[in-house]
C-alpha cells in the first residue's frame, strides 16, 4: 500500500540527511496536525497520538533540515501552535496558555495544543531543572483531562486540555547537559522515540539541481486532509463477533475478538511481556513499561499516513512493532554509560561503539587512543580500561607487527548488535 510518508521519504532520499529522520519527520508532523482529535479506546483511558521525538547524531549529519521539514508542514496546515528557537519552560508554558487566532484565518485556538520544534534540544529549552519533569507530565495527555495547572516561581500556568508534540535533535555533547539521571529515570526519556543514526545518508553537495526536488506545497495537500479526521480509532478488540472482527481468543474464560491489527498487537504484547519476565530485562529509564502504548501512538499515525481513515491496518501494526522495536536498541545506544554518568562509562561506551561501527570490528592502539584522547587523562588509565575488556571478553587485544589491535570477537559483537537492536536483554 502506498504511503504518504514514503513519498515524502521518496522526495528528500537524494539529500544526506539519513532517511529515518525524514520518515520521522513526517510522523511528527502527522501528529502535531491530529492534536487531540482522534484517539484509541484503552478502556479505562484514550490514548492520543502525540508523540515526543529525538533525533540523535553527531554534529553535521543534517539533522536540521528534517526538523525545518516537519516545522513547514505543520505551518502550512495552520491549526496548532508552533513553538521553536530558544525558549523557557515558563515560555512555553505561557504560550500554550494564550488563545491564539490563526494566522490569515478567524478560528482561534482556545486549547492549549503545541508542537515543539527544534533542530537544537538543549538551547530550544534554556536550563532548568524542572523542564523535563514538566514535558513529561504534558505527554500524557489521557490524563491531562480539563484543567492543568503549574506554579513556576511567581507564576501560576492553566492549560486546558494540554496536547503537546515535540521534535528535537541533539548531539553526543549536547545530550549530555539536557539527558541527566532525572530525565532518564524520571519518565522522559521512557515518552521519547530515539532515532540514533552514525552514518549519513548519501554525500551530495548541493552545488546542482537535483531530479526530484522535494515540494513541500504538494505533500501539504495530504497533511491538510488528515487534519480534518476527528473521532475514536475502531477497536483492535470487541467481545462479539463482527465482519470486521474475526479472530478470537480466550482470555480470563471469555472469549475476545479481534480484529487482524488486534489480534497481531495481543499476541505481540503477550509475548513481548512473557520475554522481559523471563529475560529479567532492566530498564531504569521506564521505556519498556510504555512499550505497548508507544506502539499503538505509531501505529495510529502510520496508518494515518496510509490512508485518511480512523482504522489501524495490518501494515502500520507490523511496522510500528518493527520500527519500534528498533527504537529499544536506540535507547540503549544513548544511555549506555550515562545513567550513572560516570566518565569512565561515557568512555566504555565510545569505545564499544567505535568497534561495533567498524566493518571488521578492530582497531589500532594508536588510532583508538586518537579518537578518544579528550576521554581519558593518562595512557595507563585507558589501558587499565582496554584491559578489563580484555579479561571480560568483549574486546580483545593482540600484537599485529609492531602495533597493539583490539579486536571485538564476532560472537561478541552479533551479541551487542542484537542488543542495540533491541533484541534481547
Known amino acids: 500500500m502506498s504511503s504518504w510518508l514514503n513519498d515524502l521519504v521518496n522526495q528528500h532520499s537524494e539529500l544526506e540527511s539519513p532517511l529515518a529522520f525524514w520518515r520521522w519527520a513526517g510522523i511528527s508532523a502527522i501528529s502535531a496536525v491530529m492534536k487531540d482529535n482522534v484517539w484509541l479506546d484503552r478502556q479505562i483511558y484514550n490514548l492520543y497520538p502525540n508523540i515526543y521525538v529525538m533525533f540523535h547524531a553527531e554534529s553535521g549529519l543534517k539533522k536540521g ?22 525558549s523557557s519552560i515558563q515560555g512555553i508554558l505561557k504560550d500554550m496558555g494564550t488563545a491564539h487566532t490563526v494566522p490569515g484565518g478567524k478560528i482561534a485556538i482556545t486549547k492549549s495544543v503545541a508542537f515543539i520544534c527544534s533542530s537544537e534540544l538543549s538551547s530550544s529549552i534554556v536550563d532548568d531543572k524542572v523542564a523535563t519533569k514538566i514535558l513529561t507530565d504534558l505527554y500524557d495527555r489521557q490524563y491531562n483531562i480539563g484543567e492543568w495547572r ?3 516561581k511567581m507564576e501560576t500556568f492553566t ?14 555533547a549536547m545530550s549530555e547537559d539536557f539527558l541527566t539521571k532525572s530525565a532518564m529515570q524520571g519518565g522522559y526519556f521512557a515518552r521519547t522515540f530515539i532515532i540514533y543514526e552514525s552514518r549519513r545518508n548519501k554525500a551530495n553537495s548541493l552545488i546542482y539541481p537535483m531530479e526530484n526536488p522535494p515540494n513541500v506545497a504538494v ?15 475502531l477497536p483492535l478488540g470487541i467481545l462479539e463477533k463482527s465482519d470486521t472482527h ?6 480470563d474464560n471469555r472469549t475476545i475478538w479481534f480484529n ?11 509475548n513481548f511481556l512473557t520475554t522481559i519476565d523471563e529475560q529479567e530485562i532492566k530498564d531504569e529509564t521506564g521505556t519498556l513499561n510504555r512499550f505497548g502504548d508507544s506502539v499503538l501512538k505509531v501505529a495510529m499515525l502510520l496508518a494515518i499516513a496510509r490512508e485518511p481513515k480512523l482504522e489501524i491496518d495490518i501494515e502500520s501494526m507490523n511496522e510500528a512493532i518493527e520500527i519500534c522495536t528498533k527504537l529499544i536498541g536506540n535507547m540503549r545506544r544513548t544511555t549506555l554509560g550515562k545513567q550513572g554518568i560516570s566518565p569512565s562509562n561515557v568512555l566504555k561506551n565510545m569505545i564499544i561503539m567505535e568497534l561495533l561501527n567498524r566493518d571488521n570490528h578492530q ?5 583508538l587512543m586518537k579518537k578518544m584522547w579528550m576521554h581519558y587523562n593518562t595512557s595507563a588509565e585507558f589501558d587499565d580500561m582496554m584491559m578489563s575488556f580484555d579479561s571480560a571478553g568483549m574486546i580483545k587485544a593482540n600484537s599485529i607487527g609492531n602495533q597493539v589491535v583490539f579486536t571485538m570477537p564476532p560472537e561478541q559483537a552479533t551479541e551487542m548488535i542484537k542488543f542495540f537492536a533491541g533484541k534481547n536483554k
Open 65 to 86: 533540515p528534517p526538523v525545518n521539514l516537519a516545522k513547514r508542514l505543520v505551518t502550512t496546515v495552520n491549526n496548532t501552535r508552533i513553538i521553536s528557537g530558544r
Open 150 to 152: 503549574s506554579l513556576l
Open 159 to 172: 492549560l486546558k486540555d494540554p496536547t503537546v508534540t515535540m521534535l528535537t535533535a541533539t548531539n553526543e
Open 219 to 233: 505533500l501539504s495537500v495530504y497533511l491538510k486532509e488528515v487534519a480534518k479526521l476527528q473521532g475514536p480509532f
Open 246 to 251: 474475526s479472530y478470537s481468543k480466550k482470555i
Open 260 to 270: 487482524e491489527p488486534g489480534i497481531v498487537y495481543e499476541n505481540w504484547y503477550e
Open 363 to 367: 582497531i589500532s592502539r594508536t588510532v
